[in-house]
Nanobody, 121 residues
Framework: VMLVESGGGFVQAGGSLRLSCAAS????????MGWFRQAAGKERELVAS????????QYADFVKGRFTIFRDNRKDTVYLEMNSLKPEDTAVYYC???????????????WGQGTQVTVSS
């Protein structure tokens, strides 16, 4: 499975970005999907996840109320809508596909190449 992210960039604090992750698989709807991020000098952390149907989502506390994850199984794509961005959101954002019970950096089956998000103050 190949995952290709897009939509990263440079934005001022308070601004918005939408990340997209297109999957090259005919079984996209069988994967739970997640967005992780990794800031310079820090470990990769889970931002948000969504189950195969889109019916269940989970968010890290530091993005609740600001970010929204959603998916379109007809387009084999998962999205991360990011609003009210803060400088501390600056990181490389990675898309992930998972078949296991736990969405974590250690258990993810497939990773995208990452897209840089930079938020200026």
């Amino acid at each position: 499975v190949m995952l290709v992210e897009s939509g990263g960039g440079f934005v001022q604090a308070g601004g918005s970005l939408r990340l997209s992750c297109a999957a090259s698989t005919q079984t996209f709807s069988s994967y739970d999907m997640g967005w992780f991020r990794q800031a310079a000098g820090k470990e990769r952390e889970l931002v948000a996840s969504i189950n195969w149907s889109g019916g269940r989502t989970q968010y890290a506390d530091f993005v609740k109320g600001r970010f929204t994850i959603f998916r379109d199984n007809r387009k084999d794509t998962v999205y991360l809508e990011m609003n009210s961005l803060k400088p501390e959101d600056t990181a490389v954002y990675y898309c992930a596909a998972n078949t296991g019970a736990t969405m974590s950096p250690e258990t993810v089956d497939y990773w995208g190449q990452g897209t840089q998000v930079t938020v200026s103050s």
